[in-house]
């Protein structure tokens, strides 16, 4: 088989089996899961997942754990991703640009993508006044910036929440049809 045609694999310096991934696939869902109840959901011992997830942890797979807020009862009502494409001048601090602008108030979390634009910036506001100000005092503004797109986030689904069954990385490395 050709790379192009082959199933995704691995890194050869990683080896994970089926409950690696089990225990992985748990963790994506619930990240605040206690050792305990990961042992429970995967019928093995607590001292077992406990050495996984360790070892997950000291391999570098597990980089950390994260909790999901729900921006509204906070207060933040209004969620977008907002496109930013620099100046090609601006180029060369790319790097620069999304430490800097992950550190602006009201920004989730910053992508740098491939595209037609450079960075998809996850944002949240307590109002559409709110958001158009800190798109155009923050992001337009800057002189790295050749353009922003905005788009309101109506709803955020989590993949891991929706799919059923222990095969979900396996599923996720599988050819596609």
């Known amino acids: 088989m050709s790379a192009g045609t082959a199933e995704a694999r691995l890194p050869t310096n990683l080896r994970l089996d089926a409950l690696d991934e089990k225990i992985l696939w748990e963790l994506i869902k619930d990240a605040q899961l206690s050792n305990a109840a990961l042992a429970a959901r995967l019928h093995v011992s607590p001292s077992t997942t406990h050495s996984r997830v360790r070892a997950l942890k000291d391999t570098g797979v597990i980089r950390s754990s994260h909790v999901e807020v729900?921006?509204?009862?906070?207060?933040?009502?209004?969620?977008?991703?907002?496109?930013?494409r620099l100046r090609a001048q601006a180029r060369p601090q790319v790097k620069n640009y999304a430490r800097q602008v992950s550190q602006l108030p009201n920004v989730v979390s910053v992508f740098f993508v491939g595209g037609n634009v450079d960075f998809l910036i996850h944002v949240a506001c307590t109002s559409t006044t709110q958001l158009r100000d800190f798109v155009a005092s923050h992001l337009s503004m800057d002189p790295a910036v050749a353009s922003t797109e905005t788009q309101i986030v109506f709803e955020h689904l989590i993949g891991a929440e929706h799919k059923k069954g222990d095969d979900g990385l396996t599923a996720m490395r599988r050819k596609l049809a």
């Open 70 to 84: 729900d921006f509204e009862a906070l207060g933040l009502t209004v969620q977008s991703l907002v496109s930013v």
